[in-house]
């Protein structure tokens, strides 16, 4: 475990007083490690702070599991002092400041895209165990229900749905269904937005058959904003009183953000948790359930991804009739071989598949990341990083794409600044 936990978080972390902890003294009873990804400038992580201080003093002195979890910091502080001043606030230890590469690495790996955000992972493997600590420090201040793991969702959600006529009925009628657990909130301008689409979606899938579902579970500010909003709504929701309940599903899908849409299968297992991408990408829903695609064309709706890890996009000139489809069809093997390999592991992919025509999107994006007007273009773009690997080569080949991805994950590439 110590030689795994060395590979992820490096061989030193710094304690809060400024001494160097070594990573393999973290203790042969380590189970779960919680990354904390938060910055010192930033307001809801310095309101979040005594909170996760509380909770790790009394897990730390009066949990029977004490010796099995260990908090890490991991800050995207640009400023040393003001990161040595956060820390002085901790009781944790935090990667070292200069360890820029590592930390995101973390960040990448772990799909963080807002702070504060505390990720239990399993030491053995860094396997996600609860993407979203924060709610287990909010829900389980005494640490009683560690070591967090995901449960099925059959039982996570188990109880009465309202429908928006106020009758219920039993969560065991979704059995057998596909289902889309909508998080969303009425204050939220985007959220509305895809709920009149989501309407329509919805319709059309039930319309042809299938046995789908929507669980809406709210963010509303006020039980009377849930009611107004749930009622432009024909499926399910949980009931807004039943805080405990819209929690836990939070926690089990570790929502960062909204509008979220996670499709699950009628086994309950996640098909994807990019239901939003899918249904506006989709408005006849010819690819419902909407299961990953290995390689996107860039969209508007899309696009957002693009914050979420290291993308590969391949910039073509789409003058000619085909020329999307055909750049798809070259880089498809080749982003199947490394989802599934992930897969296997039962890992997020390190890096999504895209192409790119000649629009305003991808025109925006080349200007944004000042990258040279040629076509066929090859990069690999890390927003979070701000970084950029460019390949321009004239002939775009498989082999020439293999070996980029190759480098690239084995990190032989050297970045440049977007």
Request: with cysteine; aromatic share 10%; glycine share 4%.
């Amino acid at each position: 475990m110590s030689e795994f936990l060395v590979s992820l978080l490096g061989e030193r972390l710094v304690s809060s007083e400024g001494a160097e902890v070594e990573v393999q003294a973290l203790g042969s009873e380590l189970v779960l490690v919680g990354l904390y990804f938060a910055c010192s400038v930033n307001g809801p992580c310095r309101q979040f702070n005594p909170s996760l201080r509380e909770f790790y003093s009394k897990f730390k002195k009066s949990s029977e599991h004490k010796d099995k979890l260990e908090i890490v910091f991991v800050s995207s502080d640009q400023d040393q002092k003001h990161w040595q001043d956060f820390l002085q606030e901790m009781q944790w230890p935090a990667l070292p400041f200069k360890d820029r590469h590592k930390k995101m690495k973390l960040w990448n790996k772990y799909k963080v895209t807002t702070i504060p955000s505390l990720v239990f992972v399993d030491a053995a493997t860094g396997k996600v165990v609860c993407r979203n600590g924060l709610l287990v420090v909010r829900d389980d201040p005494k640490g009683m229900e560690f070591p967090w793991g995901p449960k099925p969702f059959a039982e996570v959600v188990e109880g009465a749905l309202l429908r928006n006529n106020r009758q219920t009925t039993e969560s065991s009628a979704l059995e057998g269904s596909y289902v889309g657990v909508y998080f969303s909130a009425h204050w939220c301008p985007p959220c509305r937005s895809l709920t009149r689409v989501l309407v329509e979606s919805y319709q059309k899938v039930k319309e042809s058959g299938h046995k789908f579902e929507i669980v809406f579970v709210s963010a509303d500010r006020s039980e009377d904003s849930f009611t107004r909003y749930f009622s432009e709504m024909p499926w399910l929701a949980v009931p807004y009183a039943d805080e405990a309940r819209r929690s836990r599903l939070n926690r089990l899908y570790g929502i960062q953000g909204i509008p979220t849409l996670v499709l699950l299968d009628p086994d309950g297992h996640v098909i994807t948790r990019q239901g939003r991408v899918e249904v506006l990408n989709d408005p006849e829903c010819h690819l419902f359930p909407w299961h990953p695609r290995p390689v996107l064309e860039l969209s508007e709706a899309n696009a957002v991804q693009l914050h979420e890890g290291p993308c590969l996009v391949l910039f073509m000139d789409a003058e000619e009739e085909g020329e999307l489809e055909a750049a798809k069809e070259l880089i498809q093997p080749i982003a199947e071989k490394v989802l599934a390999k992930h897969k296997a592991k039962d890992e997020d992919s390190p890096l999504l598949f895209f192409v790119a025509g000649e629009d305003d999107m991808s025109d925006s994006l080349r200007d944004y990341t000042n990258l040279p007007e040629a076509a066929p273009l090859l990069t690999i773009l890390d927003m979070s990083a701000r970084a950029k690997y460019v390949r321009d080569v004239e002939e775009i080949t498989p082999a020439v794409v293999e070996q980029f991805v190759t480098d690239f994950l084995a990190e032989k590439l050297k970045p440049e600044p977007i």
